[in-house]
């Protein structure tokens, strides 16, 4: 994968998919690949094993650099120079800031968890007991 970027994220979580199909639609990465972790579960398993947990945030790997949670979004974001999406550009202009996006994380899980709950899926993909391990 030279010279991509994985971006890994929740299928499941509506807020989850939709900045990444901001992500694939306005093309404002070029070089990153965007991946459900959901549907590539035993990727998700070897993170997992290896202390990266989608339940506790997206997941971004950059040439071997392993960026989780609010580090990956903030990465994302400052790579964004000029996104062609107005919902985008108000959400690089947030979190393009590290204690910015370190304090409003949290709330973006909250979020994910309320409306996995209220979709009635599970939290988390891949766990210790997972078959995948």
């Known amino acids: 994968m030279s010279g991509k970027t994985l971006f890994i994220y929740d299928g499941e979580c509506p807020f989850c998919n939709h900045f990444a199909q901001l992500l694939e639609l306005t093309n404002s990465l070029p070089t990153i690949e965007i991946v459900d972790g959901r ?9 997992y094993r ?3 947990d989608l339940n506790k945030g997206a997941i971004l790997i950059n040439n071997g650099n392993i960026k989780h949670g609010a580090d990956a979004i903030n990465w994302i974001c ?31 899980l909250w979020g994910r968890r309320l409306s996995l709950t209220i979709k009635g899926k599970v939290w988390q993909p891949v766990s210790e007991n997972s078959q995948f391990y």
């Open 50 to 52: 290896k202390g990266y």
């Open 39 to 47: 549907k590539n579960l035993t990727l998700l398993s070897q993170l």
């Open 78 to 108: 400052n790579e964004i120079k000029e996104p062609s999406d107005s919902l985008l550009e108000i959400l690089r202009i947030i979190f393009t800031s590290k204690e910015r996006t370190s304090l409003l994380f949290p709330f973006l």
